[in-house]
């Protein structure tokens, strides 16, 4: 048998860091990260052969459960008639039809590999279709790794942004205007400034790339309200969300509360999506107003293409996750995350540790506070390194969590009574390990 240490030196000696996405390197947490062999529901095994409940779902798609046997045989029908053709497939209309049932602004979809992608393109339709340069991000928000959007917050309330990576020139940072989250004020202050120069505004529906961070009740709905009054568009990302926290995303949920006294609804000119719309395979999207969307090739100026978006195999994974995501994956899904965020907190609790449950439907994490975290300066205030020694505990036992405490817990609807009872037994001993940190 090979083992992970073995495996990870080999790796490093191929390939940078060992890994192919730094988180999964275990920077923040330490240790040698687990080579995975093989997933099923609830459960992923390593080289080792080892099985750990699964509480990262491959950072989202994952909702049925790992290898549901409705989307396997799906992608092997699929594979059986041809991995990539480069030309039109009917099943690429069809998931954009079943998007665009789902989630109403939604009125054209571009189907592209990455959310990275996803967002590449909206802002650049964004700018294509306004005639404007700037764009305004949330600090804490992730979009993907373009150069625009690896920008970080310079001093100050509504500041041009410094390169977030080496190799990010100054001059695209500046492009970008960070501000801080859940702050309407400063989201005032940025369009009093700039308005007639802002392109667009890109935020997470609901912050859930460092820790998960809601929006304040009605947030995204005087977003879009101010950026409308300026003539900028605003891009919802929804990679995260989208057909996760419900089957309309984030933006079905706020939704859900049109008309009623505490009404939160919002339409975004455009939102991108990842993750669950691929099952796992490499689907992402930009969709969004019509007269926006046809401002794409070939219709519009602004260029756009892939080699392999829309690919048959990766969409036919699509598919079959969003037809078999019906109502009762939702209400699983929604079991499973409040039965694991109670009995964490819970652990934590009898063993004095503060913190907080911070919940966007589904998705949820724990920061280690004293009161709700409402942006990026109180999530990297909190005890962090109280995480890294709960994690090891977690993992020494079986169960693999995100390994950053920057990161959302994911569950799937595989989830079943036996998995979360191998969570509810492993926490006791990792609230004492955070305890004692
Ligand atoms: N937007 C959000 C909100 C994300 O969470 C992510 C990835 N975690 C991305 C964009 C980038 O997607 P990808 O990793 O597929 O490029």
Do not use: C
């Amino acid at each position: 048998m090979t083992t992970n240490d073995e495996l990870f030196l080999r790796a490093q000696h191929a390939i940078p860091g060992g890994v192919n996405s730094p988180v999964r390197a275990f920077g923040s947490v330490g240790g040698t990260p687990r080579f995975l062999v093989s997933a099923k529901g609830p459960y992923v095994t390593d080289a080792e052969g080892r099985e750990y409940v699964d509480l990262i779902a491959g950072w989202g798609p994952a909702i049925l459960g790992h290898a549901d046997p409705r989307v396997i045989e799906a992608v092997q029908d699929a594979a059986s008639r041809g991995l990539s053709f480069g030309a039109s497939t009917p099943a690429e209309t069809e998931l954009a039809e079943l998007v665009e049932q789902r989630v109403g602004p939604v009125e054209q979809l571009r189907l592209v590999s990455t959310g990275t992608e996803a967002t590449m393109t909206a802002i650049r339709l964004a700018r294509g279709f306004t005639g404007r340069d700037l764009l305004v991000k949330f600090a804490g928000h992730y979009h993907g790794h373009s150069d625009g959007l690896l920008a970080e917050a310079g001093s100050g309330l509504a500041t041009f942004a410094l390169p977030g990576s080496a190799g990010v020139p100054a001059e695209i940072a500046a492009l970008t205007l960070v501000i801080p989250y859940n702050d309407l004020d400063a989201v005032e202050v940025v369009f009093a400034e700039h308005g007639d120069r802002i392109a667009a505004v890109i935020v997470e529906a609901a912050a859930a790339n460092m820790g998960v961070v809601p929006p304040l009740p009605g947030f995204n709905q005087a977003l879009v309200r101010i950026a409308r009054d300026h003539g900028a568009l605003v891009i919802s990302d929804e990679v995260l969300t989208g057909f996760r926290v419900s089957e309309a995303g984030w933006w079905g949920l706020e939704q859900a509360s049109a008309g009623t006294d505490a009404d939160t609804s919002y339409t975004p000119d455009l939102q991108t999506f990842g993750k669950v719309i691929g099952g796992g395979m490499p689907v992402a999207a930009v969709g969004g107003r019509l007269e926006i969307m046809q401002r794409l090739a070939p219709l519009g100026p602004v260029y756009q293409a892939g080699t392999l978006s829309g690919n048959p195999v990766a969409v036919a994974a699509g598919i079959a996750t969003l037809n078999a995501a019906d109502a009762s994956v939702y209400a699983a899904l929604d079991r499973n995350a409040g039965l694991v965020a109670s009995a964490v907190t819970d652990a934590l609790a009898a063993e004095g540790v503060a913190h907080v449950v911070q919940r966007a439907g589904n998705l949820f994490s724990f920061m280690f506070t004293e009161a709700p975290v409402v942006d990026y300066d109180g999530a990297k205030a909190q005890e962090s390194w109280r995480y890294a020694p709960f994690f090891h505990a977690m993992l020494d036992a079986g169960v693999s969590l995100p390994p950053s405490v920057f990161e959302a817990w994911f569950v799937t609807a595989a989830h079943d009574d036996a998995a979360i009872a191998r969570i509810v037994d492993a926490l006791p001993a990792a609230a004492k390990a955070a305890a004692a940190a």
